[in-house]
């Protein structure tokens, strides 16, 4: 399978504890697929994909993205697949932030090749460049802590480096 969530150790250090007051968000509040994706402008390549339900579009904004789409649409277990499913604001360390995951996945049975790479039936997605792991460790502990305040569905990174593009094709093949 190709998403393998588990990025290089000294790419994101590990969560700071809920105690520690740097990393503790205070949540403001949910909001429920506000944030749409904005039309593409400069390098950003953004589009459309085919969704689980027949006529289904799902917004994609990197090709990343796409293809994370793509592959957990080949899983017959997929139940649904939702694009900017939430946007949490919170409070840390006196600003105002918000988060907004790239997808949430919903899975019938939970395949095995997922459930070991730390997957649960329902999942949010954040897709992210592995060149861009390091620069972003901060935002990700945030972000991981903030959804940890409201909801109890672990949210993962998938990151360029582990689509193997050998595999990507062999399987648009069949």
């Known amino acids: 399978m190709f998403i393998d969530t588990t990025p290089p150790a000294e790419a994101v250090p590990s969560i700071v504890p809920a105690q520690s007051h740097r990393l503790a968000p205070v949540v403001l509040g949910i909001d429920w697929r506000k944030r ?90 954040e897709c992210k460049p592995a060149d861009e792991l390091s620069k972003q460790s901060e935002l990700l502990q945030r972000a991981r802590a903030a959804v940890a305040e409201v909801m109890s569905i672990p949210l993962l990174v998938v990151t360029s480096g582990t689509l193997s593009v050998a595999r990507w094709e062999s399987a648009n093949d069949n």
């Open 36 to 125: 749409n994706i904005p039309l593409s402008r400069g390098r950003h390549i953004r589009g459309f994909a085919p969704g689980i339900v027949p006529g289904q579009q799902i917004a994609f904004e990197s090709l990343l993205e796409r293809d994370v789409i793509a592959e957990l649409r080949r899983l017959r277990a997929t139940r649904m697949l939702i694009e900017q499913p939430i946007t949490i604001r919170y409070r840390l360390e006196g600003v105002v932030r918000k988060y907004t995951p790239d997808l949430f996945v919903q899975f019938d049975r939970l395949p095995d090749v997922l459930a070991c790479k730390g997957f649960e039936r329902a999942t949010l997605l």
